[in-house]
Nanobody, 125 residues
């Protein structure tokens, strides 16, 4: 089982920035597809961003495009999410997710079978 651990969440003022990190198990022996999701209270979990196994191709939700950047982390099997120009609407629990199968819908939560515990992001106005 792939283990995922998120970090970097916190509380910031609107317009501020946070950088989230996701550390994955070092004992993977197959290609995994990874993405960031978020879930606000009372709302469904939604896709935020993903980076394909080539670590170059990226896809973003329209709501974060131009503000968030997903990238490969410095450590092996890690990802980062740079979040700039944060808005109160970005307040949510952010999750790193992975799957060993090529997703049909790459930002669809049900396509992913490995999940971290989440890291809280709170943006105040």
């Amino acid at each position: 089982q792939v283990q995922l651990v998120e970090s970097g969440g916190g509380s910031v003022q609107a317009g501020g920035s946070l950088r989230l990190s996701c550390a994955a198990s070092e004992y993977t022996d197959r290609t995994h597809y990874m993405a960031w999701f978020r879930q606000a209270p009372g709302k469904a979990r939604e896709g935020v961003a993903t980076i394909l196994p080539d670590f170059r191709s990226t896809i973003y939700a329209d709501s974060v495009k131009g503000r968030f950047t997903i990238s490969r982390g410095n450590a092996k099997n890690s990802l980062s999410l740079q979040m700039n120009s944060l808005k109160p609407e970005d307040t949510a629990m952010y999750y790193c997710a992975a799957t060993e199968y090529l997703p049909t819908l790459i930002l669809e939560p049900s396509e992913y079978n490995y999940w971290g515990q989440g890291t809280q992001v709170t943006v105040s106005s």
